[in-house]
C-alpha cells in the first residue's frame, strides 16, 4: 500500500465566523492510499486554526511515522486492530486523514460502503445546519430560509460581539417552537456568563436542546458548574477532544453529551473507542465535523450511521460550498438539505 497527499482549498458561499475564528475556504490535505490493485482510498487532514495542525506539520507527520507504519501494509490489518491509534499521538487531524482512507480502501476492496464497514444498518443520517455569529435580524432571516429548505434543527454560533439571548429570541420567534436549536459559543463565555445566559433561556422559554462548549476548553470545573446551575443539557466540544479528555469530563459529571470529532480525536478507530466509553457513562453523542470537504464529512456520517443513527448530527459543512464545487465530488454521500445519504464512495473528479 503506498500513501501520497495533497492540499485542497475550496471557496465557501459565505464567511463562517464563530467566536474563535472567521473562515472563508475550507482548507484540507487529501490522504491517498493505493493498493496493488489500484484501488484508490481517500482521506483529509483538517488544518488550522481549530486543529493547531498547519499542512507542513501534516506532511511532516504523514511522511514520517504514519507512512512507516502503512506503506507496504495490508489496509485489512490497519484497519482491524487500529494500529494507527497510538502513531503521531500530537497530529490527529493527520492520523484521521490516514485511518479514513485506510478505512475507505478496506471497504472498496470489500465490496461495500464505509457506512457498511462500520456497522450501520442505515445509510441515511441527518444534519443540522449551522448560523454564522451575526446580528439578530441576519441570523432570525437566514434561519427561516434553512427551515423552508427542510432543516428542522439549527445551530447557532454566539460570540462576545453580539447579544445572544437576542438571537434566540429573534431566530425563535421566526422559525416557531417545532425547529430544535442548538447554541455554540466556542469557549465565549465565562462560567458565570454562561450561567446568566443560559438561566436566561429557561425563563424565556426557548427550548434550547443543548448548550455547547459554553466556557474555555480546559476549564472543566467551571463547565460542571455550568451543567450543574442550569437544566439544558450541556455539551462537551472543545472539552474533549482525545480519550483522556473525555474521562475527565465524565468523571467530572461536566456534560450531557460530547461531540465527537474525527479530526480531533484522531480517526475511526479512536472515535469508535470514545463513542463506547460515552454510551456507557450514559452520555450522548453528537458526531460533528470541522469545516471539512465532503471527504471527511462522509466519513463522520458513516460513522453516525453505524453509532448513533437515531440522532441528527452535526455535519453541515459541505453545504456550506456552491453548488459547483460541491460537483467536483462525487461517491460516498449525497448532501441534500438536512439529508445524508451514505450508498456510494468518496471520491475527487480529476
Known sequence: MSLTTYPVSLPLLRPFVTAVRRAETIDVMMVEVRDAAGRVGLGEAVTGVVTGETAQSVRAAIDGPLATRVVGREPDDLCAAGQLRAVAPGAAAARSGVDCAVHDLVAQARGVTMAALLGATTHRVRTDMSLSADEPA????????????????????????????????????????QVALRVDANQAWTPAQAIAFIRACEDGGYALEFVEQPVAAADITGLAAVRAATSTPIMADESAKTAADVARVIEAGAADLISVKLAKCGGLAEAKAIIGRVHAAGLGVIIGCMMESPVGVAAAAALAAATAPGQTHDLDAPLWLAPSVQAEFAGQARFSGPNIDLDGRACIQA
Open 138 to 177: 441576519a441570523m432570525a432571516s437566514l434561519a427561516e430560509g434553512y427551515v423552508n429548505q427542510g432543516f428542522d434543527t439549527l445551530k447557532l454560533k454566539v460570540d462576545q460581539h453580539h447579544d445572544a439571548l437576542a438571537v434566540i429570541s429573534a431566530v425563535r420567534a421566526a422559525v416557531g417552537p
